[in-house]
């Protein structure tokens, strides 16, 4: 089973879910796929055994083969690609942006005259590990790099099948999040009872709903703000998973890099009723359809 945890806006509390989550059951593999900032590792530090360079492929134009005809311009959908057509006076040129090409392939599979070929381009690095029973996987997004949704899609292919994986996605509604819970069986959505955290919230419910992930709510900082986002929940049906209150100790014991499972065991007691909900909440959707 592969539970994501997301939110709609960053500094909810969604890595602390997370690893609390993740240290609270057997037999569990988490996911850092916030990738430009990932930070479960602070908190699980886990030996890391394993570090891999991630690549993504980009074009390189053999303009000797080149006649400038502009097909890889056309077919390229993200505009990584521009060609200025030659004259009598000027040869023609390709310009690759590499910060805007996906690695689809297309450019190099559809040119007329073969003549582009892939290299790859290196986007940061996936590093393995793990501590006590769980499997620990991160990817580390190199500095300057545009695009996050590559290397996601590499860090989860580590995926271990014969475990509950729990991964960490980055904050908000766009491509990064997307990418990081496509292919869950539950999305676990991290807000707090504020304007802003019921606006963001409202668009992550979109995003699950588009994507038909089953989804619950966890309400961090929940005796801060209104009731509007419980008031929210009760009408769209959608169920509250668990509350954290605002409290100085849980926010001392995150600064000093400690989860609040190993600090206090009713937390514990806690994320393992979450999980049997979550479990519940499948089975009932599972046997819907």
Do not use: W
């Not at 089973?1 to 569990?28: D, E, Q």
């Not at 986002?229 to 100085?248: A, G, H, Q, T």
Request: glycine share 6%; hydrophobic share 40%; net charge negative.
């Amino acid at each position: 089973m592969i539970i994501s945890i997301a939110s709609g806006k960053g500094g909810t509390g969604k890595t602390t879910v997370a690893v609390n989550l993740a240290l609270s059951l057997k037999n569990i593999q988490l996911l850092d796929c916030d990738v430009e900032e990932p930070n479960a590792h602070l908190f699980i530090q886990p030996r890391i055994k394993e570090e891999l360079k991630a690549y993504i492929p980009v074009p390189e134009v053999n303009e000797a083969k080149c006649n400038y005809c502009g097909k890889c311009r056309e077919v390229c959908a993200y505009h990584a690609i521009a060609v200025l057509p030659g004259n009598e006076c000027k040869k023609g040129n390709v310009l690759i942006f590499p910060h805007l090409c996906h690695g689809c392939g297309a450019c190099s599979l559809l040119c007329p005259q073969s003549a582009i070929k892939e290299v790859n381009k290196e986007i940061g690095v996936i590093e393995i590990g793990e501590k006590d029973n769980i499997q620990f996987v991160h990817g580390c997004l190199n500095i300057g790099e545009a695009m996050s949704p590559p290397l996601i899609r590499q860090v989860k292919k580590y995926i271990n099948p014969t475990r509950t994986v729990i991964i960490d996605a980055p904050p908000g509604t766009s491509c990064p999040v997307i990418t990081a819970v496509k292919g869950s069986d539950f999305c676990v959505l991290v807000t707090e009872p504020t304007p802003f955290g019921l606006n963001d919230l409202i668009l992550a419910v979109e995003v699950l709903r588009k994507l038909q992930i089953p989804f619950g709510v966890f309400i961090n900082r929940s005796d801060i703000g209104d009731g509007k986002v419980d008031n929210y929940c009760e009408e769209e049906n959608i169920p509250i998973l668990m509350k954290i209150p605002f409290s100085r100790e849980i926010a001392v014991s995150y600064s000093e890099g400690v989860p609040i499972v190993k600090k206090d065991s009713l937390y514990q007691d806690k994320f393992i009723n979450m999980y049997i909900n979550i479990c519940t909440i499948i089975n009932e959707a599972n046997s819907r359809h």
